[in-house]
Each structure stands twice: as structure tokens, then as C-alpha cells.
């Protein structure tokens, strides 16, 4: 078998796709105009099967796969958006909305989160877990840039530009379950760390926990479509 | 070192011991000397010199029954002394040769009886620091001879034959898991023993790893030789001092026998093994977890596919197996797998140990064939409850499995059954619970463990298990309605069937299965704000008539 016949065919959601050999069920799925919702993967980036909304039935399987990271087989069934599935994930949502502190009208991302539209787009109308409001601070030692761990969801895409992308890996995570947290350096201010203010991390944050000082208020969306272009050119470099 | 240079020491070793008229072991396993059974030791080696015997005071691992330490074997007459202090030394030695003391006997034939020993073996009966003692116990035996007259090919048959499956708690069959690493392809390939053994209540793999180590390193050797790796990890937790110390002893001697290091056995096959620390977090037990805390990452796991088998320690092909494992790889190699097969159940062979805590007479280490039935372990093994306490719950497999009531003590002990009632076989733990135990309190104490020991990765374990645990608290102060258990079974789904790894697939288990068999604790609380087990402190019990 020669690489020019690693093609593999599927059925997603009742539709017939091919596939070359290798790619997640993602990738081909959004080639085929089928949605399937993520939050922490972000094209561009490594992924690490982290928010778990992306997960999707397999026919004779009874473990949910995470599409971001599955890759396809021949003759492989995949289910996207079941009635079971869409329970998951507004339940894996509502988690989200009372870990911290979103208060959407509040926010500088309002209008064009990540989180509050995948809200929006699964259905969820109000949260009947408890708010566990917990006490977080907020960096604002940076010069240009606001960390509000308020907003974060731990998607650690952050993380992953900035070691991956940028290459100067300030940012990772500390302490267990409820308590981790997202920190910079050896967990120092951001404005002492070693960051170059490249600015990635809050173009990719998907929430208001990143954001520009001097946008607050002008309704700038977020831009992370850079990464697949920066990848592209580094790779044809 | 050949076969024969093995014989010629176990010969030596055994003829050295014959010279004495009697032997008196004592264990010095955790339990035992956390009540000083070393300065016995000192104390029954001082008094066999003053009173001229000639007598071998033997340094042992663990005999079982750690309720009762410190534990005094007298061999060849075979009697046991529970609770032997320093003061009763001289008493012992005089004792030798005649009547035993009534005192301090120990007489449990049925607790000993029903068990079958194969990985426990050795244990309470060498000398876990001596590598002469574990070789004239056909210690290296099985090594040697799988280098010499086995292909690697024949080895995996042999455990293939045997049935045997991951004692970590997957109970995933190991034949095939060799199998797969065999056949992956690398310059480079690691096999891993995990011994980062978090479970409350849990102590088998420490009580391996003390009072036999060669065993596991063994078993490790052999498993390279199979799968064509030549390093190897113990992945041991730090919280295990003596474990380590008798660990790193236990390598060093190999290694000077020529056991471990390059051209073992005068072949080609070179195999070497070093020691990672845990750092104390429940998860790194999970195998991509432990494979990034072993290169130095932070402890979290990855999703599979790829297995480690295909990527693992630093993207080669690992094989990774639980201490119980590898202890139990020697055993087969020398007896044959069909001898294992021989043992167990229809789809769990061999044996199983199991850690017997909580409300139990015979707290302590306990090895059985599988399929034995879960009653025969508490009540004839274990001894029943004590204290004339009504028994209520067993949870088998950790702060994840699952309690069974009464009504399930007689299935038997396997990895599938267990699974079907809603529990899992875990790495062997088994806490009994008594009516002094409220079983939504207990369900709240396994998710807070759970809760805390979430890595933070995976949104529904993390933040999941925090919603679980505050609903169950907010039951437990009676506060709680129906509603909240309403919600408690939607979050327990969504947490199993979501979460990333292991512990959050299974972290609901104590709060579904005590859901399922004890649901009237649950409705006791909510609808009456009664604790009929008085744990639970409710405000408002004296406004609500019980």
C-alpha cells in the first residue's frame, strides 16, 4: 500500500466522507460542514482533549471519543450530535458557567466570547447548579494586557501559543482540581515575567480573561485565525 | 550468573540457615515496626546470645494480619505470636523448644486457611534486604531460565496462557498488552512498574514492595526480555520510605549479582532499573500521567489513543504494569501458565490481594483465588465485624468503586462481576463499613477525595466532582431536596461518561452505587433530616418529628 491509496472513508452524522489517513474526526468533519463544538482546541495549536464537548458517539463503541484528537478509521460511524451528546455538553457548559465568576454584562469579551455564544448555540437558558463563586484575582501588573481569573476556563490555549507559537513559555498551570490556576513564570506577576507581549495568548483566550488594555470598551472581537496562516509560512520556510 | 551459580547460592544460603535449630521471624513490615518491632528484633537477637540458643532471629516483610503487629513467627513449629513487645523477648526465647506462650498465641487457622499465596509467597518469610534469601527461594530462577531456554515470543505465550489480567484495576489482559509493545517498533522501548499506589485504605503494592522486592524486579526483567526493552522505572510514591529504601537496596544487589546491568545470564540481554518519586498526586497512577511526571512534566493525563504501548515515556513504546503484576510473572514463568490458569475464576485467574480495612477483625493483607465470594473474605477471612456492629457496606477498588450491601456479598470476586453491580475489582483496596456509617456521608468523603485530587484538566472531573461534593454536603446538613438528587444523577452521567481518564470516569461510583442500594439513607435525609447512623449533624432534626 502506497500513500496514495491512505484514504479512508466514514459516515459522520448519516453523511458519507473521506478522509486521508491520520486525521481527526474534526478535521474532516468541518470539512464537511459539520459542526461540532470545542472550546479548547484552536486550529493552530496542539491539542489536549481538555473542554470534552467535542465528543462524539462511535457506532459499536460505548466510549465517547474527543473528536480534536480520534482519528478516523474505514468504515468508522460517528454520531456528532445526539440527544445524549447535547445533554453532555450543556451540562459540561453549565459546569463552566458556575465554576467562576462570568457575569457576561460585565465582561469586555460580551458579544463576542467564545463561551457565551456556545451557550447560546447549545441551548442553555440558566444554570441550576450553584454558583460556587469563588475569590479570584485579577493581574493587572502587565503593561498592556489584563489577566481576570475570573473569566478563565482552563482551555490552556494560552499555555500552548505561547509554548508552542511564541516559543517563551511563560505561562502553565498550578495546583490541583478546583484550585488550578493559570500562571506566569514560576507563578509571578505577568508584568515581572519573562513575557515578550507578543500579545498571542489574548488573541486566542476565548473568553474576557485575557484581554488589551487599551481595547476596553471599542468592541474588538478576537482575532486567533494567525495561527494556521503563521504555521503555514514557518512550515514553507 | 548461570542457573548453576544460582543453585550453588541458594544451595549455600539454605545450608547456612540448616545450622540453627530454629528461626524466629519478625516482621518488620510499616505496620509493624510503626510499634517497634525492630527494637524486638534487637531485643530476641540479645536474648538468644545471653541464653546461649542457637537460634536465627530473621528480619521478615509483612505477614498479613497488621491489626495484630507486631507479628513473631517460631519456624519449624509454625507458631505465631500477636502483639509481641520488647518486654516479651526473654519470654519467647524461653519458650524455644517447649510449651508456647498461651498469651500471646495466635491462633487464626481460618484466616490463613482460605488463602493462597503466590504473590505473597516470600512475604513474612525472607529477608526482604537479603538477594540470597529471595534466591534460595527460587528467586531469578524464572529469569534465567526464560533468557536461556525461552524466546521472548514463548514468554508472552506463557503469560498469555495464564490468564492473568492488569492488577492496577483495568484488569486489562497483560498477555496482550506485552504482545502489543512487542510488536510496536522503536530504537527504544521502557517497561514501567507502577507503584504510585494512592488508594485510601490501600497497601498491597507497598506491602510487596517491602517485604519482597526482587520479586518485582523480576517480574520486570522478564517483561523486557519479552517486549525488547532494555530501562526500566519503578514509579514508587514517596509517601513509601521504607518501600524505597528497601527498593534501592534490592537494585543495587542485582545489579552486583549480575541480575540486572548488561549480558544478564551471560546472553546478549541487558536490562537496568532506576527510581521516580512520586510527589503525592492520586492521578499520576492514571499511566499517562505517571509516564509525565516520570519525564518531568506536570502529572496530568492524555487522552488515548496512542497508548502508551505505541507512545509512551518520551514517545516510545511502554509497556506499564501495577506492582502485582510484575510480582506475579516469576510464578508463572516457573510453574507455566496453565498452572495460573488453573486458579481463579472463568474470566479473572490466579489470585488477588486485598487490603481488608475499616470495621474488620483481621485488618490486614490478605491474598485469594479469585471468585472467591466476598463474604467468605469479610466474615471468615476477615473475621466479621467486631464489636457486635451490624455490617452495612464493603467498598471494593478505592475511593472509585463502588459499596455493596449485604444482599451482594455472595458474588464472587472478579473483575466483571464486580463491574456489573456497580463497583470495580480498583487496585484491591476493601474498606467494610459498619452501622456506625452513614453511607451519604461516605459517598460525600470519597467525592471530596476525588475532588481534590482532579488534576483540573477535564472540565466535568473537575468541576463536576466540586458541584457533587457540594450538593452531597448540602444533604448532609439537611438541607436537601429531591431535586438536588435529581441533579446529583444527572452530574454523575454526565462526570462518568465525559470525563478524560480514569479517575473521573469512575469517581461517581460511591455516590451511584450507595444511590442504588441505599437510597433511603439518601430520602432519611432529605424528607425525615435524619441520620439514622447519628454521622450526619442536621439543625433541624428536633423541629422535624422523626
Not at chain 2, 10 to 35: F, P
Not at chain 2, 241 to 262: E, I, K, T
Amino acid at each position: 500500500m502506497s500513500d496514495a491509496v491512505e484514504v479512508k472513508t466514514l459516515i459522520i452524522d448519516e453523511q458519507e466522507v473521506s478522509a486521508r489517513r491520520g486525521q481527526t474526526i474534526l478535521e474532516v468533519a468541518r470539512e464537511n460542514d459539520i459542526n461540532i463544538p470545542t472550546l479548547c482546541h484552536l486550529d493552530g495549536l496542539g491539542d489536549v482533549g481538555a473542554c470534552r464537548l467535542c465528543l462524539v458517539e462511535i457506532k459499536g463503541s460505548n466510549k465517547l471519543l474527543p473528536a480534536c484528537v480520534a482519528t478516523v478509521y474505514e468504515g468508522m460511524e460517528v454520531s456528532t450530535n445526539t440527544e445524549r451528546l447535547r445533554r453532555y455538553r450543556r451540562n459540561i457548559l453549565e459546569l463552566l458557567f458556575a465554576e467562576r465568576n462570568h457575569t457576561c454584562a460585565v465582561c469586555v469579551s460580551n458579544g463576542h466570547c467564545e463561551l457565551q455564544t456556545m451557550a447560546q448555540e447549545q441551548g442553555l437558558t440558566h444554570v441550576r447548579l450553584p454558583y460556587r463563586n469563588p475569590e479570584l484575582a485579577v493581574d493587572a501588573s502587565h503593561e498592556r494586557f489584563t489577566l481576570d481569573h475570573n473569566r478563565c476556563i482552563l482551555c490552556t490555549r494560552c499555555v500552548r501559543v505561547c509554548a508552542e507559537i511564541e516559543g517563551a513559555h511563560i505561562w502553565d498551570l498550578m495546583g490541583r482540581g478546583e484550585a488550578c490556576t493559570v500562571i506566569s513564570d514560576l507563578h509571578e506577576e505577568w508584568g515581572k515575567s519573562a513575557c515578550t507581549r507578543c500579545g498571542k495568548c489574548v488573541q486566542v483566550c476565548p473568553t474576557g480573561a485575557l484581554f488589551d488594555k487599551s481595547k476596553v470598551g471599542s468592541d474588538q472581537p478576537k482575532n486567533p485565525d494567525f495561527l494556521p496562516y503563521l504555521n503555514l509560512m514557518r512550515e514553507a520556510r | 550468573m548461570t542457573i548453576e551459580e544460582l543453585d550453588q547460592i541458594a544451595e549455600a544460603t539454605r545450608a547456612e540457615y540448616a545450622k540453627y535449630d530454629q528461626e524466629i521471624n519478625v516482621c518488620m513490615g510499616t505496620g509493624c515496626l510503626s510499634q517497634h518491632s525492630d527494637q524486638l528484633k534487637d531485643a530476641l537477637a540479645k536474648q538468644v546470645e545471653a541464653q546461649g540458643k542457637n537460634v536465627f532471629v530473621r528480619r521478615t516483610g509483612c505477614m498479613g494480619l497488621c491489626a495484630a503487629g507486631p507479628l513473631v513467627l517460631v519456624d519449624p513449629d509454625e507458631i505465631l505470636y500477636q502483639q509481641a513487645h520488647e518486654k516479651h523477648a526473654e519470654a519467647i526465647v524461653k519458650s524455644l523448644g517447649g510449651e508456647p506462650i498461651k498469651e500471646l498465641q495466635c491462633d487464626l487457622r481460618e484466616h490463613f486457611d482460605q488463602q493462597v499465596h503466590v504473590v505473597l509467597e516470600n512475604s513474612g518469610v525472607i529477608d526482604p534486604e537479603k538477594i540470597d534469601d529471595y534466591i534460595a527461594h527460587d528467586g531469578y530462577r524464572a529469569l534465567l531460565t526464560a533468557l536461556s531456554d525461552m524466546t521472548p515470543n514463548g514468554v508472552i505465550r506463557q503469560v498469555t496462557e495464564s490468564g492473568l489480567r492488569g492488577r492496577g484495576g483495568g484488569g486489562y489482559p497483560t498477555g496482550l498488552k506485552w504482545g502489543t509493545v512487542a510488536k510496536a517498533t522503536g530504537d527504544i522501548k521502557y517497561v514501567i512498574c507502577n507503584g504510585d499506589e494512592g488508594d485510601p485504605g490501600a497497601f498491597m503494592d507497598r506491602s510487596v514492595l517491602e517485604s519482597d522486592p526482587q520479586r518485582v524486579i523480576e517480574g520486570m526483567a522478564i517483561a523486557a526480555y519479552a517486549v525488547g526493552a532494555s530501562r526500566g522505572y519503578i514509579y514508587v510514591r514517596a509517601e513509601y520510605p521504607l518501600a524505597v529504601a528497601r527498593l534501592q537496596a534490592s537494585l543495587r544487589d542485582a545489579r552486583r549479582r549480575g541480575l540486572l546491568g548488561n549480558n544478564i545470564g551471560n546472553t546478549p540481554f541487558s536490562f537496568d532499573v532506576e527510581i521516580r518519586l512520586g510527589a503525592g498526586a492520586f492521578v499520576c497512577g492514571e499511566e499517562t500521567a505517571l509516564i509525565a511526571s516520570i519525564e518531568g512534566r506536570r502529572g496530568m493525563p492524555k487522552p488515548r489513543p496512542p497508548y502508551p504501548a505505541v507512545s509512551g515515556l518520551w514517545g516510545k513504546p511502554t509497556l506499564i504494569n501495577n506492582v502485582e503484576t510484575f510480582a506475579n510473572i516469576a510464578p508463572i514463568i516457573r510453574k507455566g501458565g496453565k498452572w495460573f490458569a488453573g486458579m481463579g475464576s472463568d474470566r479473572s485467574k490466579g489470585t488477588k490481594v486485598f487490603a481488608l480495612t475499616g470495621k474488620i477483625t483481621n485488618t490486614g493483607l490478605v491474598e485469594v483465588p479469585m471468585g472467591i465470594s466476598l463474604r467468605q473474605i469479610i466474615e471468615v477471612i476477615g473475621g466479621g465485624v467486631p464489636d457486635g456492629h451490624k455490617f452495612k457496606a464493603v467498598q471494593t477498588g478505592g475511593p472509585s468503586g463502588g459499596c455493596l450491601p449485604e444482599s451482594m456479598l455472595d458474588i464472587g470476586v472478579s473483575y466483571d462481576a464486580l463491574l456489573k453491580v456497580g463497583s470495580i475489582m480498583g487496585s484491591g483496596g476493601m474498606i467494610v463499613m459498619d452501622d456506625t456509617s452513614c453511607m451519604v456521608n461516605v459517598a460525600k468523603f470519597f467525592i471530596e477525595f476525588c475532588m481534590t485530587e482532579s488534576c483540573g484538566k477535564c472540565i466535568p472531573c473537575r468541576a463536576g466532582t466540586a458541584q457533587l461534593h457540594a450538593l452531597l454536603s448540602k444533604i448532609c446538613a439537611g438541607n436537601g431536596t429531591m431535586e438536588d438528587l435529581e441533579l446529583i444523577e444527572d452530574l454523575c452521567d454526565t462526570v462518568k461518561n465525559s470525563s478524560l481518564c480514569g479517575l473521573g470516569q469512575t469517581a461517581p461510583n460511591p455516590v451511584l452505587s450507595t444511590l442504588k442500594y441505599f437510597r433511603n439513607e439518601y430520602i432519611d435525609h432529605i424528607l425525615h433530616k435524619r441520620c439514622t447512623a447519628g454521622v450526619c449533624n442536621m439543625k433541624a432534626e428536633e423541629e422535624v418529628p422523626a
